[in-house]
Nanobody, 115 residues
Framework: QVHLVESGGGLVQPGGSLRLSCAAS????????MAWYRQAAGKQREWVAH???????NYADSVKGRFTISRDNAKNTVDLQMKSLKADDTAVYYC?????????WGQGTQVTVAS
């Protein structure tokens, strides 16, 4: 049984930074493309960024240049470094596989950007 646990969220002022982390247990994600998604209140969950097994990254236009995704296959973790945060980045952030998101969703981690 795969289990995803996201952490690192919190309250941050506009322009601030946060680093999110996702740990997977129950299965190695070494061969998977891993992604971060987010869901703002009242909106559908959206893809934010992904990283392939070989380390190629891709980002949604809304976060390009501000967010950086990375992975550590030895630790089975995938991180999301977020900087220059905006109010529009406020959401619950989740990690999962990409193409498709096929593992059970974790509880997510709340990111709130407010002054």
């Amino acid at each position: 049984q795969v289990h995803l646990v996201e952490s690192g969220g919190g309250l941050v002022q506009p322009g601030g930074s946060l680093r999110l982390s996702c740990a997977a247990s129950g299965r190695s994600f070494r061969t998977y493309t891993m992604a971060w998604y987010r869901q703002a209140a009242g909106k559908q969950r959206e893809w934010v960024a992904h990283i392939t097994s070989s380390g190629t990254t891709n980002y949604a236009d809304s976060v390009k240049g501000r967010f950086t995704i990375s992975r550590d296959n030895a630790k089975n973790t995938v991180d999301l470094q977020m900087k220059s945060l905006k109010a529009d980045d406020t959401a619950v952030y989740y990690c999962n596989t990409r193409f498709p998101a096929s593992w059970p969703w974790g509880q997510g981690t709340q990111v709130t950007v407010a002054s």
